[in-house]
């Protein structure tokens, strides 16, 4: 199969180890940083899927567990892999990586960008990669689970994007007025609508001479939205 992963990060197995890397990348990035504003909501928001498992609110929470943790590792992956040599990243990536210290861009842009790039790409990779290794395809209850998802998700938003705005990330946007128009067209449960519909078409070409092109296709699509987010 052909489907990408990039190098597995050393020590990351579980939800809580997804945390505690995540809980290291915001302390080793100064505030102002765009994969540091969006590493603040993803971590937000993997707590509460954390509690959403825990709580029972899945009718297979072996696989949402599991692709909890191999979505995070495709982030990690891509950044990984951009420190070491920025043209491997993944071009959705890329994006948020060479603007992440850029002036005029809002705490909220970066997030939204991150966002962009991970569910619109790295999301339906996850689904299909998770789901050849636990087993089983993309069934009804599996995609009633994904949906649930959402719920979770646009919960959390909010609340992150108050935090992006006020407080010490205020001094980081203080001067560059609202931005909150330019993303709000973003919408998360659109973007993972897509991405289930991508892990569709992934499952049905996976091995075959498409797999690739259809891939790249998406990989860079994805990163032209993410520059557009992030003018």
């Known amino acids: 199969m052909h489907v990408p992963m990039g190098p597995e990060p050393a020590g990351v197995h ?21 994969v540091r ?18 709580g029972q609110q899945f009718a297979d929470p072996a696989f949402m567990t599991r692709l909890d943790v191999v979505f995070a590792t495709l982030f990690f992956s891509a950044l ?5 040599d920025a043209s491997l990243a993944p ?3 890329r994006a948020l990586f060479e603007a992440r210290d850029r002036a005029g861009i809002s705490q909220l842009q970066f997030a939204v960008a991150g966002m962009n790039a991970h569910i619109n790409y790295d999301l339906a990779r996850a689904v299909v990669l998770t ?6 395809g993309l069934d009804e209850r599996r995609r009633a689970d994904f949906l649930v998802i959402n719920d979770v998700l ?25 931005h909150d128009d330019r993303v709000a067209a973003w919408g998360i449960r659109r973007a993972r ?39």
């Open 14 to 34: 579980t939800v809580a180890d997804v945390v505690a890397r995540m809980e290291r990348i915001s302390a080793d990035l100064p505030i102002g940083d765009g």
């Open 80 to 84: 990984d892999v951009h420190a070491g």
């Open 37 to 54: 504003a969006f590493n603040e909501m993803y971590l937000a928001t993997t707590r509460n899927v954390d509690e959403a498992i825990r």
């Open 154 to 178: 646009e919960r959390t938003q909010p609340a992150v994007q108050r935090q992006l705005l006020t407080g010490p990330f205020a001094l980081v946007d203080s001067a560059l007025g609202s």
């Open 91 to 93: 071009h959705s990536w």
């Open 131 to 136: 789901a050849r290794e636990v087993g089983g």
């Open 193 to 231: 609508e897509f991405a289930w519909a991508t892990a569709e078409t992934l499952w049905d070409v996976q091995g075959s001479s498409a797999e690739k092109r259809f891939l790249g296709g998406v990989d860079r699509m994805v990163g032209l939205t993410s520059r557009l987010l992030l003018r």
